[in-house]
């Protein structure tokens, strides 16, 4: 079993600042990419940030400048630090994991997700 656990969200005042985790658990064998995603109600998942096992990073243009991605690959961890945070950034931000893992002794390779983490933006 694998399983992506995301923590670190909460309600911010605009201006501030939120740093994201997300932990991936489970018989992992690798870990290629990795990324932040978000969905505000009534509107469609949008990419927020990649980063590949090297360290290569991708944002949408709405990150760019105030989010940071990074990672851990000791540890599978990837981190969102988000800074000068505006309202229009609340939305449940989900990480995924585009890994190899273990099924019994046969590795498999396929995209996780974790369940979601709320930041709300508000005054």
């Known amino acids: 079993q694998v399983q992506l656990v995301e923590s670190g969200g909460g309600l911010v005042q605009p201006g501030g600042s939120l740093r994201l985790s997300c932990l991936a658990s489970?018989?992992?064998?690798?870990?290629?990419?990795m990324g932040w995603y978000r969905q505000a109600p009534g509107k469609e998942r949008e990419l927020v940030a990649t980063?590949?096992?090297?360290?290569?990073?991708n944002y949408a243009d709405s990150s760019k400048g105030r989010f940071t991605i990074s990672r851990d690959n000791a540890k599978n961890m990837v981190y969102l630090q988000m800074n000068s945070l505006k309202p229009e950034d609340t939305a449940v931000y989900l990480c995924?994991?585009?890994?190899?893992?273990?099924?019994?002794?046969?590795?498999?390779?396929?995209?996780?997700w974790g369940q979601g983490t709320q930041v709300t933006v508000s005054s």
């Open positions: 995924n994991a585009d890994l190899k893992y273990y099924s019994g002794t046969t590795l498999r390779g396929r995209r996780y």
């Open positions: 489970g018989s992992i064998f690798s870990i290629d990419a």
């Open positions: 980063i590949t096992s090297d360290g290569t990073t």
